[in-house]
């Protein structure tokens, strides 16, 4: 369980938000628990009270202050405990997941996922598999130097006259 | 054009609107114009240069407009589509607008051209549209070409872009992106952009930051973006109006094809059909979740 | 300025043992607006809430962190301690560095780290935490119970005993359910009619009682303590006022050759008819689509036959009656629809469920199901409780049960354990036995499930003392070869094919929801599982609430029941719903959404996207009472919480109480470099 086992050698360790709702994610992550599911330590859980509560600004924010990924998860189709929250949510971060794709961010550093209350293991693996991936991705710096250090954004090469007429 | 100075003099005279939203001959090229008495019918005109999208009026952030009472606007099918969502959203009641529609074959890119509509010249988004004259209108007028066939440089654009690995998408993005002055022009100009007070504006909590950098851009943007998907009409406003000549059309056209492909969604004019954010299947795709 | 308390929990070693809480606690108490931060073994006993209690007093606290377990454990504790304080409750938080921590990592020093984390996050939230009061709505004290079995009955009668009004709708010409359909009960073999008729006689009688029958739900509005319901009466045909159920009409009505319900096809009734002798209420129902007048007018011909009018005394008979509508207001609602056994023909209700080839889609005449030998059996059936076969009326010396038809069968949709047929198949036995002294009764199982109080043993009397045989298998082959069903299985215990012959064949087959149980519940915003069994909110602590609050769930609606089950849930309905009625008030949760008046666009997202129904129009108006603006608000009554809403207004001018986009803003602030 290599990535259970944090800062290695002082080699990169990503950090890792994770949007949860409160009835199944939450949940199945206090099973994990109770079920003493070792696992990386390098998410940092939100609890929300819905998936669709989640609004995308929240992961926005996340890679704004540094996260190098985001987990966002909720309860599977059929099973929210108010309806439909994740049935809207689902439709948000679909287009949300497409649109950043678009803009350039890989979207290997979000994880969408349904974890019930009683999947802890689930809960485990899907932290585990994030941090692992999101190791490999690196570091978000893309994202953190949009204000720092302005030279690293590189001049225009076309403008919107050109593209489309 | 005579057709529509008529049926203009028309609705003034019997009383029916107390203004006509058209377009008129300025300085520079065409340009919106508010005729409010029979006679001022005259300075009417519809060409390829009456590219504005004339349902930003409606909004009921304009209340100037409100002031007028019962107007009539005239409408491009795509400028129709703006007056649907409108009312499908509640911004305007249906019976207190005159819909005239005027059939249109494409329009330029620019009001100020004086170059004919032609392959070369036409609007890239009014490659490929189908539409010719707006179902919900009340009165339709004037002919129309036969339109231009797509696809649109800018769906060529989006694939070529698709195709690139992601950091050298996102270095395009942020070469146009940086440029965002933050005038909000994009916003002003959007017929479905409403709101009161508009999020970009609200200090508690700020999640979009307010200062033109790249950070607080690509935020903006995003939000924008996805604050349109399943509403944006392709009135392809946004990108005209942006000063620094950001290619917003690129993000809309995205995002619109985003929806088509997962909810089968297209702009409509017809303001029973709702829009795919909103509404939900339960069976919608869900490959990208674990 | 916020002046926050942070306490840390070691709870024992469950968190000391990985997190250095000393040093949490230090680390926390170094962020600003911390005035007080400090550790302590266990911080959820009396000491530790005291503690709590006396910093609030004597450092001025306005927030108050519990670093401990989940806000799933003790959250409710802590907002009683603060509130013991003298703080509002809902200025304490508790940040979850156990499950979500120390019981999930090994490394002290990255535990640590994260704890310290976890708890900074919750302290940016809890400083913009603001004072919450529970919402006070008004509670209207009616109750109504849907459907009328015995799950139905008993918690009409135990409410309305509880000195509260009940309405009680029921689909069919009369309550009583299936259990009225039964002949003996397990595991006492006590008359089934002879326990349930005086509780039918109850309802009808009671005062606080009010029986809709032949009458089903139309719609549902409102939210808990202020339901609006509309009952469709269904035209029975007879002035209910006049009819005094003398008979008289169903004696002479000439259509007599009508399968009845009651009887499961097994007996005959007529076009007008009472369902069976102990009907409650005892008033004839005409079946339209079996009168023959009614059939005429179908057809556009001219009423012919009126003899039930004519036989009428009271002129009671209505042939122009219409449905009639009725709105009752009520504040708490339980549902109560019982089942419908899986059928084996070949067409089902459902695509996805398919019946059994093998066993010739049900064309086998001498081939029933459990409730058609319950009929056989009871003394009240169609053959006054002798047991005969359908096809010739002889009596039957081999019959054979089978257990697990449907059930635990994914392949037929549905893999549940139907739980009662275990029970009633070896009652089946006894009273076969009891009936035909000289016949023999063979039985497949899968397994013999008796769990329950008594149970058990009188399985083991059906096997042990009433000579049933039991064979571990199942039939793969049952087909007619004259008068005999020939059947092929296999022993599983034995392990070899088993052949035979049998006179009559019992096919013990699955429970199902009521057909038209997914339209009640979309009308009653609860959910159902993938069967159609109505969901219990928490399947162990709240097993008959529903997720819409003010909903209750009894029987086997929610999932296959017997009858002590099914009166246990119906009682624990009832108690719900008095505890509900207890007060004029209800009190809610204060974590509703609000709408910023001055911001809202009315564009109406929200409205989309609220499952509950909760976003009204409010118009703002002028002095002159001229419409400004139509905006959107949210009935705190209703909202149940989710933020939704709030995650689809463009504007954010809506915001959940307790989840605002400011503290969630602050949390994810919190966690930055």
Known sequence: ?165 | MTELRELARRLLSEGTVNAVLGWEEGPRGARPAFVTTPDGADRLIFDPRCVHDLASYLSPRRPHLKKLGKVAVVLKPCDARAVAGLIRETQIPRENVVLVGVRCGGVLADPESTAPLSETTVADRCRGCPDREAKLADHVVGTAGAGFPGPSRRAQKIEELAAMPVDRRWDFWQAELSKCVRCHACRQVCPLCFCERCMADKSLPRWIESSPHARGNIAWHITRAMHLAGRCVDCGECERVCPEGIPLGLITRKIAQVVSDRYDFRPSDDPAVPAPVGTYRMDDPQEFIL | MARIGVFVCHCGENIGRTVDCAKVAELCGQVPGVVHSVDYKYMCSDPGQQMVKAAIAEKGLTGVVVAACSPHMHEKTFRRATAGGGLNPFLCEMANVREHCSWIHEDRDAATVKAVDITKTIVEKVKRNVPLSTIRIPVTRRALVIGGGIAGIQAALDIADGGREVILVEKDPSIGGHMSQLSETFPTLDCSQCILTPRMVEVYQHPRIKLYSYSEVESVEGYIGNFKVKIRRKARSIDEDKCNGCGACTKTCPNKKIPSEFDCGLGKRTAIYVPFPQAVPNLPTIDRAKCLLFMNRAKGRPDTCKKCAEACSKEAIDFDQVDRFVTEDVGAIVVATGYQLYTIGKDQAKPNIKGYGEYGYGTIPDVIDGLQFERLASASGPTSGKIQRPSDGKEPKRIVFLQCIGSRDPQKGMDYCSKICCMYVAKHTMLYHHKVHDGQATVFYMDIRAAGKGYDEFSRRAIEEEGARYIRGRVSKMWRDGDVIKIQGFDTLAGEPIEMDADMVVLATAMRPQPGIDSLAQKLSVSYDQHGFINEAHPKLRPVETNTAGVYVAGACQAPRDIPDAVAMASATASKVLGLFANEMLEREPTVARVDESSCAGCFHCERVCAYGAVEHKEIKDRAGNVLRVIAYVNPGVCQGCGTCQATCPSKSVELAGFTDEQIWSEIQALGV
């Open chain 1, 1 to 165: 369980m290599d990535s259970a086992t944090p800062a290695a050698a002082g080699g990169f360790e990503p950090r890792i938000t994770a949007f949860v709702c409160n009835w199944c994610t939450y949940t199945g992550a206090d099973l994990a628990g109770t079920s003493r599911l070792q696992m990386a330590s390098n998410v940092r859980i939100i609890r929300l009270p819905c998936t669709g509560r989640i609004d995308p600004m929240f992961m926005i924010k996340a890679f704004e202050r540094g996260a190098d990924g985001v987990i966002v998860s909720g309860c599977h189709p059929a099973d929210c405990h108010y309806n439909a929250g994740n049935y809207h949510a689902r439709r948000r971060f679909a287009i949300f997941r497409e649109l950043i794709q678009f803009l350039g961010i890989d979207t290997g550093r979000i994880t969408f996922s349904w974890v019930s209350a009683s999947e802890g293991a689930k809960w485990r693996d899907i932290v585990n598999d994030t941090v692992t991936r999101v190791r490999g991705l690196g570091p978000f710096t893309a994202y953190r130097k949009l204000v720092v250090d302005p030279a690293t954004v590189p001049a225009a090469k076309v403008t919107s006259k050109e593209v489309p007429a």
